[in-house]
């Protein structure tokens, strides 16, 4: 089978780019890098096992009340937590998680038709060289274009689960049955979690094909055993669509969660590695409530920027030793907000604030609580300037 690979430029980092109180951070949040199995599993499990029943009884039930509406809702809270941890599974390579990665693909990736493969473009949004570029996949100017965007992406989550079922539903078979198909559908069409579709998935000699292709068959298989039984009468069409519902609304929280992790403020190609973490937000309080929107640690997700590496259920006690030890005032400090309503309000008053593309290209644009290394990010060669 053929392969896509797309070579990515060496952007080396200065010693400016870097933070002083870096190595200080590095050294305080040493001993939290070892996963712990036991609570990836725990977790996956009782959330799994909560989301899955709770859709099962809101489906099987008939009618509008109040129970069916909390079924309802804890079914998509719960599944889009589950979902979630195909997050960890892409950062945390490690050999104790293995098994944990293949359970979680066959309990949860394959059921809900988001295989482990649909979220390998994630590494891309972590590197310097691709950053808030074309080549990062989850980024795209909200805070910079008008408020329209983030409605057309909103309202993109309504459609997507449709996409998605035609994707495995037709064109997984005809890649298989057609192989020279097979590496464009990988390329531009198995990153399920992007905002920016200039993107293309990156397809390396050690990447997994073998495995995904058994993902790819699976998730197929899944599509097309609804599709039938509807049609033989075991199902009704109203279980499907309300299947659908559940997915497009798991689909709006993940959208909701993304426009809780950055300002989106970089337009104009690479920025530096403090421009990097500026750009990202922390969300300390209001734990229960940020924890459903932004679930698995990811409202740390500054913190996330500076320790890719850090397993979920270490970044609480890894911001509070940074909170603690690291200078008052420091780029990591300036990262935190105080809650989703705050967030989202930044980001709408920094869309109608945005600067005209004459005064952008001139210099002279103005970004409400825009920091600083953004606001001096170089553009630089093949990615500058994205709108």
Same mark, same amino acid.
């Given at each position: 089978?053929?392969?896509?690979?797309?070579?990515?430029?060496?952007?080396?980092?200065?010693?400016?780019?870097v933070?002083?109180?870096?190595?200080?951070?590095?050294?305080?949040?040493?001993?939290?890098?070892?996963?712990?199995?036991?609570i990836?599993?725990?977790?996956?499990?009782?959330?799994?096992?909560?989301?899955?029943g709770?859709?099962?009884?809101?489906?099987?039930?008939?009618?509008?009340?109040?129970?069916? %509406?909390?079924?309802?809702?804890?079914?998509?809270?719960?599944?889009?937590?589950?979902?979630?941890?195909?997050?960890?599974?892409?950062?945390?390579?490690?050999?104790?998680?293995?098994?944990?990665?293949?359970?979680?693909?066959?309990?949860?990736?394959?059921?809900?038709?988001?295989?482990?493969?649909?979220?390998?473009?994630?590494?891309?949004?972590?590197?310097?060289?691709?950053?808030?570029?074309?080549?990062?996949?989850? =980024?795209?100017?909200?805070?910079? *274009?008008?408020p329209?965007?983030?409605?057309?992406?909103?309202?993109?989550?309504?459609?997507?689960?449709?996409?998605?079922?035609?994707?495995?539903?037709?064109?997984?078979?005809?890649?298989?049955?057609?192989?020279?198909?097979?590496?464009?559908?990988?390329?531009?069409?198995?990153?399920?979690?992007?905002?920016?579709?200039?993107?293309?998935?990156?397809?390396?000699?050690?990447?997994?094909?073998?495995?995904?292709?058994?993902?790819?068959?699976?998730?197929?298989?899944?599509?097309?055993?609804?599709?039938?039984?509807?049609?033989?009468?075991v199902?009704?069409?109203?279980?499907?669509?309300?299947?659908?519902?559940?997915?497009?609304?798991?689909?709006?929280?993940?959208?909701?969660?993304?426009?809780?992790?950055?300002?989106?403020?970089? *337009?104009?190609?690479?920025?530096?590695? %403090?421009?990097?973490?500026?750009?990202?937000?922390?969300?300390?309080?209001?734990?229960?409530?940020?924890?459903?929107?932004?679930?698995?640690?990811?409202?740390?997700?500054?913190?996330?920027?500076?320790?890719?590496?850090?397993?979920?259920?270490?970044?609480g006690?890894?911001?509070?030793?940074?909170?603690?030890?690291?200078?008052?005032?420091? *780029?990591?400090?300036?990262?935190?907000?105080?809650?989703?309503?705050a967030?989202? =309000?930044?980001?709408? #008053?920094?869309?109608?604030?945005?600067?005209?593309?004459?005064?952008? #290209?001139?210099?002279?644009?103005?970004?409400?609580?825009?920091?600083?290394?953004?606001?001096?990010?170089?553009?630089?060669?093949?990615?500058?300037?994205?709108?």
């Amino acid at each position: 089978m053929s392969t896509i690979e797309r070579p990515r430029p060496s952007t080396p980092i200065s010693e400016t780019d870097v933070p002083p109180w870096l190595k200080e951070a590095k050294v305080a949040v040493r001993d939290l890098a070892v996963p712990k199995p036991w609570i990836y599993w725990a977790d996956l499990l009782v959330t799994l096992t909560i989301g899955y029943g709770c859709a099962s009884v809101f489906l099987d039930m008939s009618g509008v009340s109040w129970p069916r %509406v909390v079924l309802f809702a804890v079914a998509v809270f719960a599944i889009f937590r589950a979902s979630s941890f195909v997050h960890e599974i892409v950062h945390l390579r490690s050999r104790k998680l293995r098994s944990f990665q293949v359970a979680w693909d066959l309990l949860c990736g394959i059921p809900i038709l988001f295989p482990s493969f649909a979220y390998a473009h994630h590494l891309d949004h972590h590197r310097c060289d691709s950053y808030g570029t074309d080549s990062d996949g989850e =980024y795209l100017p909200f805070g910079v *274009d008008p408020p329209r965007l983030v409605g057309y992406f909103l309202l993109l989550t309504l459609v997507w689960p449709f996409l998605v079922v035609l994707r495995f539903l037709f064109l997984t078979p005809l890649s298989f049955l057609y192989p020279p198909f097979r590496p464009w559908l990988l390329e531009r069409f198995s990153s399920f979690g992007i905002v920016n579709f200039k993107h293309r998935l990156g397809i390396s000699p050690n990447t997994p094909l073998g495995y995904w292709a058994f993902l790819d068959i699976a998730c197929s298989i899944r599509v097309w055993i609804p599709v039938a039984l509807v049609g033989l009468g075991v199902f009704e069409w109203t279980r499907v669509a309300l299947m659908f519902l559940i997915a497009a609304s798991v689909l709006s929280l993940n959208f909701i969660r993304a426009l809780c992790l950055h300002h989106y403020l970089s *337009d104009e190609g690479q920025i530096s590695y %403090v421009g990097q973490l500026q750009d990202s937000i922390t969300l300390p309080d209001n734990p229960l409530v940020t924890e459903l929107f932004v679930p698995l640690g990811l409202r740390f997700h500054a913190l996330h920027h500076l320790f890719p590496h850090l397993p979920y259920h270490a970044l609480g006690c890894a911001h509070r030793r940074l909170m603690a030890e690291l200078p008052v005032g420091s *780029d990591y400090h300036q990262t935190v907000r105080s809650g989703i309503g705050a967030v989202f =309000y930044q980001l709408w #008053k920094n869309t109608w604030h945005a600067p005209k593309p004459s005064a952008a #290209k001139n210099g002279n644009h103005r970004y409400i609580d825009a920091p600083s290394a953004l606001r001096s990010a170089p553009a630089s060669g093949e990615h500058a300037r994205r709108r």
